[in-house]
T-cell receptor
Framework: LAKTTQPISMDSYEGQEVNITCSHN???????ITWYQQFPSQGPRFIIQ???TKVTNEVASLFIPADRKSSTLSLPRVSLSDTAVYYC??????????FGAGTILRVKS | ETGVTQTPRHLVMGMTNKKSLKCEQH?????MYWYKQSAKKPLELMFV???????ENNSVPSRFSPECPNSSHLFLHLHTLQPEDSALYLC?????????????FGPGTRLTVT
């Protein structure tokens, strides 16, 4: 059974670049990849979305290879306030929306 | 403030009680979602409504009953729950039900079943 998978956790230091990869080998042809950030006691919040190649906004970049079976969220120069859980969301074959299990990012000073 | 509100924020109920969770969105969206988030588990999509019609029910037990009277309101009716149903229940909305549409989440209702 295909799944959307992410690393369970990552540690980083302030000022470093952090890359979180999500594997989604069952992504549907026309569906997008979206990343969300969640702080404790809050609902997830949209970070970035893409379909292919590279997308950049004011907070992150998203890299998607040609086969689209994975994607990498890149957070430049993280700060303590970036400590959160990061989820990828993918539309899978069968018209299903599937969240990854989430990656706990801990940023240390 | 995401434009999606949920009430109550916290709820404690016994296994024989009946209660309802409410979600309201002020964004003019046409799709609304219920998610369950348990400790150490990923977000689980429960139900999806698109233009007031239920389009997805991901094998959710019948003790959870959704209702969508209009595009702005979504309810989750609860009855005879089990302790394992204790979780954070999140509501979300989007322009329409499609992966390209950003979902806006409410703050959630923390449910404890005793």
């Amino acid at each position: 059974l295909a799944k959307t998978t992410q690393p369970i956790s990552m540690d980083s230091y302030e000022g470093q670049e952090v890359n979180i990869t999500c594997s989604h080998n069952n992504i549907a042809t026309n569906d997008y990849i979206t990343w969300y950030q969640q702080f404790p006691s809050q609902g997830p919040r949209f970070i970035i979305q893409g379909y292919k190649t590279k997308v950049t906004n004011e907070v992150a970049s998203l890299f998607i290879p040609a086969d689209r079976k994975s994607s990498t969220l890149s957070l430049p120069r993280v700060s303590l306030s970036d400590t959160a859980v990061y989820y990828c969301l993918v539309g899978e074959v069968g018209n299903k929306l599937v969240f990854g299990a989430g990656t706990i990012l801990r940023v240390k000073s | 403030e995401t434009g999606v509100t949920q009430t109550p924020r916290h709820l404690v109920m016994g296994m024989t009680n009946k209660k309802s969770l409410k979600c309201e969105q002020h964004l003019g969206h046409n799709a609304m979602y219920w998610y369950k988030q348990s400790a150490k588990k990923p977000l689980e999509l429960m139900f999806v409504y698109n233009f007031k019609e239920q389009t997805e029910n991901n094998s959710v037990p019948s003790r959870f009953s959704p209702e969508c009277p209009n595009s702005s309101h979504l309810f989750l009716h609860l009855h005879t729950l089990q302790p394992e149903d204790s979780a954070l229940y999140l509501c979300a909305s989007s322009q329409a039900r499609a992966s390209r549409n950003e979902q806006y989440f409410g703050p959630g209702t923390r449910l404890t079943v005793t």
